[in-house]
């Protein structure tokens, strides 16, 4: 399975009467967008606004991240979503990179994230250095959590993909080509490189801690056997209102970075293949799922494999930490803030008085700021 990526680098982002891409620029029409947000009768209002690298803007509650895409050519975007059920990660796929959709709202979970455009806290989200359009929806009264969470998915993979049109005429700057060939030919084809295979693994507790594979929610599903560029084609869609450090957003499974270091050598020194399984809640299910990922690495005869597990052993020697998510962060103040700090204290990482400590504490910051310029004049 072959993919082709064209990569067209988008540097700003305006308004504009209509929705194109020109010159490094992305131009949007934001009564398109709201008309089409609000197609979803579950919503009754929607905002768009935009956020560049640099500003002193603050976007929160964020609910998900998606990167502006179209399908030129083999099937549709968002597979079972917004698309119809059709197998992708091959032909041709035009992305509007440096360019982000950032859905946000009243809350659902009480784990959202925050972006911050500039300030101390921009140098711990990617998001912080994309254009963003930010989508901002307001649900009916009295809607279940669940349907709030679906409505605010949908309507952001539907404006990435409204988005993404902009690209579908336009020579990519650069195309990237990926290929992941059948089992038995690539192992013919790389018969003295060691086998690789990178067993995925998606969020799937359930209650608002959700992944979706072609559609269908990543707990109905067995470990089975999947080429990476479905993956980074949108077969993956993120559902997870989880704590923010850990985060999954949609824009994330499109631009894997595993994926995208496996890849590189591919064919040089490992041959690469994946599995993709679940993440189970019950221990039945973690024990069945686990034996049947062993069956099928043992299947396709597997050279290299690490340990996730956080054992202290020398055979532990690929073990990447991912970070932790008990540092204290202080956020600065920003001129704007899109969305809403109505919740920041609920969410994870907050706690009743936060936002009146944090403030306190930055004022004392900028007099102790001051007070030092003057004494060096």
Wanted: net charge negative.
């Amino acid at each position: 399975m072959k993919l082709e990526l064209g990569k067209l680098f988008i540097h700003d982002v305006r308004f504009a009467e209509r929705t194109y891409a020109e010159n490094g620029t992305l131009y949007i029409c934001r009564q398109e967008i709201i008309d089409l947000v609000l197609e979803d009768d579950r919503l009754v209002s929607a905002e768009v606004e935009l956020a560049r690298p640099g500003e002193s803007v603050r976007i929160a509650p964020v609910k998900d991240v998606i990167e502006p895409r179209v399908k030129v050519d083999g099937g549709g975007l968002f597979p079972g979503i917004i698309s119809k059920v059709k197998q992708v990660g091959e032909g041709r796929t035009h992305a509007l990179v440096g360019a982000a959709v950032v859905t946000s709202g009243r809350i659902v979970g009480f784990q959202e994230g925050i972006i911050d455009m500039s300030g101390e806290a921009a140098r711990y989200t990617p998001f912080s250095k994309t254009n963003n359009v930010c989508v901002i929806f307001h649900a009916k009264d009295g809607i279940d959590p669940h349907e709030h969470e679906t409505a605010g998915r949908l309507a952001g993979l539907k404006v990435a993909a409204y988005i993404g049109e902009a690209a579908r005429d336009i020579t990519p700057e650069e195309v990237v080509v990926y290929e992941t060939k059948p089992f038995l030919e690539q192992v013919a084809q790389y018969p003295d490189l060691p086998r690789v295979g990178y067993i995925h693994m998606l969020q799937s507790q359930g209650l608002l801690h959700d992944t979706y594979y072609y559609g269908v929610d990543a707990k109905k599903f067995i470990p089975t056997f999947m080429y990476p560029t479905e993956i980074m084609d949108g077969a993956i869609v993120s559902g997870n209102c989880v704590a923010p450090c850990d985060k999954v957003m949609t824009f994330h499974h499109l631009n894997n970075p595993v994926f995208e270091d496996l890849y590189k050598r591919h064919g040089r020194d490992l041959n690469f293949g994946l599995i993709l399984t679940n993440e189970n809640v019950f221990l039945a299910d973690k024990e069945r799922c686990s034996d049947m990922v062993g069956k099928l690495v043992g299947f396709l005869g597997l050279d290299v494999k690490s340990q996730s597990l956080a054992d202290a052993v020398p055979e532990a020697d690929t073990v990447v930490s991912c970070g932790q998510g008990n540092v204290i962060i202080h956020f600065q103040p920003m001129d704007k803030v899109i969305g809403t700090l109505e919740f920041v204290e609920t969410m994870i990482g907050g706690y009743e008085g936060s936002l009146s400590f944090g403030k306190a504490l930055w004022d004392r910051a900028l007099r102790l700021q001051k007070l030092l310029e003057r004494n060096t004049r």
